[in-house]
């Protein structure tokens, strides 16, 4: 069974910054396109940003651009985002997401188009 863990959300003041980890169970990692979505309350799950299984294409948000980055492990199996200049706007509870692909440098941006998903990691930003 797929599994896919999160950590590394928490508290912070505007200006500060965190990094999400993901870590998951699939096999091969590179055959697995990642992503990080989030959803604020009262909102809708929207893309954060996307990974490649070849780790050599990224998309990100325009929201986010600038001030995020995504990366991955796959030796580890890990995916990771790391946030800068976070601002209040960013406070959400932050998911990644896995899906199978038969191309290691396709590209996934849609969140109905991942099938595993983790539980959720809270990143609460302060002004």
């Known amino acids: 069974q797929v599994q896919l863990v999160e950590s590394g959300g928490g508290n912070v003041q505007a200006g500060d910054s965190l990094r999400l980890s993901c870590v998951a169970s699939v096999r091969p990692a590179s055959h697995y396109a990642r992503g990080w979505f989030r959803q604020a309350p009262g909102k809708e799950r929207e893309f954060v940003a996307s990974i490649t299984g070849s780790a050599d294409v990224f998309r990100y948000a325009d929201a986010v651009k600038g001030r995020f980055t995504i990366s991955r492990d796959n030796a580890k199996n890990t995916l990771y985002l790391q946030m800068n200049s976070l601002k209040p706007e960013d406070t959400a509870v932050y998911y990644c997401?896995?899906?199978?692909?038969?191309?290691?440098?396709?590209?996934?941006?849609?969140?109905?188009?991942?099938?595993?998903w983790g539980q959720g990691t809270q990143v609460t930003v302060s002004s």
């Open positions: 997401a896995a899906v199978w692909t038969s191309s290691t440098r396709q590209s996934v941006t849609s969140s109905g188009a991942y099938r595993y």
